[in-house]
T-cell receptor
Framework: TQLLEQSPQFLSIQEGENLTVYCNSS?????LQWYRQEPGEGPVLLVT???GGEVKKLKRLTFQFGDARKDSSLHITAAQPGDTGLYLC???????????WGAGTKLIIKP | ETGVTQTPRHLVMGMTNKKSLKCEQH?????MYWYKQSAKKPLELMFV???????ENNSVPSRFSPECPNSSHLFLHLHTLQPEDSALYLC??????????????FGQGTRLTVV
């Protein structure tokens, strides 16, 4: 069974702090996506990483794909209340169109 | 107008009721999906349609019945559900069946409560 484990499951921090959330698996993925889901909404794609070791930046968000393409991290610098949401990672296995989803990290940024 | 629209947003139904969830996409995508999202669990893929043909049925109980009359519309017909079926049901679409870089666009979901 292919699993994507996300950690931590829940994180509550003050505005302005930095944080990192993780997405880990024993499986190798051809690509990995990060989504953010706000309350009452569906997930929205933030980024797709494809190459092992790849780093992508989206304003204050930095995404990294592990060298072996088994894990990924999301680092947020100077978190803001607008970053609050459920962060989901989803991995694609080559030749299989079904994405493998993590259970998510629920992030709360307090003003 | 949002890309993927789901109705209703909230639904409470008894175990003997029959109801349908509706999804409509205005993105010109060829693939549509139903997912089940339960608290603290990964998204569960239920059904996949590509060009109106069902591609995948992930061992979903027969009390859930999908229908895709055209590439823009997707329905999930519900009957004799169980309380454990209570969850957020998400519809999504993508240009094609997921490959390495296919982005899925999600609707806002239907919050279903079975009583």
């Amino acid at each position: 069974t292919q699993l994507l484990e996300q950690s931590p499951q829940f994180l509550s921090i003050q505005e302005g702090e930095n944080l990192t959330v993780y997405c880990n698996s024993s499986s190798v993925f051809s690509s990995l996506q990060w989504y953010r889901q706000e309350p009452g909404e569906g997930p929205v794609l933030l980024v797709t990483v494809v190459t092992g070791g790849e780093v992508k930046k989206l304003k204050r968000l930095t995404f990294q794909f592990g060298d072996a393409r088994k894990d990924s991290s999301l680092h947020i610098t100077a978190a803001q209340p607008g970053d609050t949401g459920l962060y989901l990672c989803a991995g694609a296995v080559g030749g299989n169109y079904q994405l493998i989803w993590g259970a998510g990290t629920k992030l709360i940024i307090k003003p | 107008e949002t890309g993927v629209t789901q109705t209703p947003r909230h639904l409470v139904m008894g175990m003997t009721n029959k109801k349908s969830l509706k999804c409509e996409q205005h993105l010109g995508h060829n693939a549509m999906y139903w997912y089940k999202q339960s608290a603290k669990k990964p998204l569960e893929l239920m059904f996949v349609y590509s060009l109106e043909e069902r591609v995948e049925n992930n061992s979903v109980p027969s009390r859930f019945s999908p229908e895709c009359p055209n590439s823009s519309h997707l329905f999930l017909h519900l009957h004799t559900l169980q309380p454990e079926d209570s969850a957020l049901y998400l519809c999504a679409s993508s240009q094609d069946i997921p490959g390495s870089n296919t982005e899925a666009f999600f609707g806002q979901g239907t919050r279903l409560t079975v009583v």
